[in-house]
């Protein structure tokens, strides 16, 4: 019997796998560390996505004003890549924007192939001045930034 994946909103139970999962990325380089602290405070932003009762998956949005939102902490397990758990993660992120009414999603990525085929387009950095100032004022890569800017508008 094939496994069965979930997308769901994160419980305070699921703290420490998504701690592990984005500690394990932040190790890489490729994702901000986030702390069990803050991800006690911030699980209400959290989608997991699990198979066969275990997370595997996780991804959240964060608020940058009126109209924008960002995806943060977007990874799937090693083992579990290519399944389409993170276009799920993303699909449930956007109509959690979209409930919000936030018309634009934004997200700063090494993988702009998978935000493009989620129908994200590559736009500049710069255009988003909420980010640079919420995070990117206090991240070590500030002055040589190689993540890529994409966006979509919610219709």
Known sequence: ????????????????????MIENYARQGIMLPRSR???QRQIGDFVVAEVDGVVVGCGSLCRLGEEL???RSLGIAE????RGLGSMLVE???????????PKIMALTYE????????????????????????CVNCSKQHCCDEIAVLKILD
């Open 112 to 135: 702009v192939s998978f935000f493009l085929k989620n129908g994200f387009a590559v736009v500049e950095k710069e255009i988003f001045p909420e980010k640079v100032w919420t995070d």
């Open 79 to 82: 083992g579990f890549k290519g």
């Open 69 to 71: 939102v960002e995806v």
């Open 92 to 102: 449930q992120l956007v109509k959690e924007a979209r409930r919000l009414s936030i």
């Open 37 to 39: 602290a803050v991800l």
């Open 1 to 20: 019997m094939p496994a069965v994946a979930v997308c769901r909103q994160a419980q305070l139970e699921d703290v420490e796998p998504l701690y592990l």
